[in-house]
């Protein structure tokens, strides 16, 4: 059973940082694919960042390009979102997604979710 589990969310000043995890609990971690999706108070999940399963491909949703980083960990089933320069539209629930892939970005490729971490942007 896979379950993904959040973590690092919470208030931050506008021009904060946080940085996001989300521990994976499958044994084949290094065969998934990963990303973290957001969605905000009445709007549809977007894509904020996407990572290989290597890790060594990665893609950002434009509004956040140079500002957030995606990383993995294969050895520790964990990966990350260093989010840095926040903003007040960066407020959402950040959720961790998994997909059997070499790579994706499709909301619709990702099989296995997290339960969100709420993150905060005051002005």
């Known amino acids: 059973q896979v379950q993904l589990v959040e973590s690092g969310g919470g208030l931050v000043q506008a021009g904060g940082s946080l940085r996001l995890s989300c521990a994976a609990s499958?044994?084949?971690?290094?065969?998934?694919?990963m990303a973290w999706f957001r969605q905000a108070p009445g709007k549809e999940r977007e894509l904020v960042a996407a990572i290989s399963r290597g890790g060594g491909s990665t893609a950002y949703a434009d509004s956040v390009k140079g500002r957030f980083t995606m990383s993995r960990d294969n050895d520790k089933n964990m990966v990350y979102l260093q989010m840095n320069s926040l903003k007040p539209e960066d407020t959402a629930i950040y959720f961790c997604?998994?997909?059997?892939?070499?790579?994706?970005?499709?909301?619709?490729?990702?099989?296995?979710w997290g339960q969100g971490t709420q993150v905060t942007v005051s002005s």
């Open positions: 997604a998994a997909a059997l892939r070499i790579f994706a970005t499709n909301q619709r490729e990702f099989g296995y």
């Open positions: 499958m044994r084949t971690f290094s065969t998934y694919a």
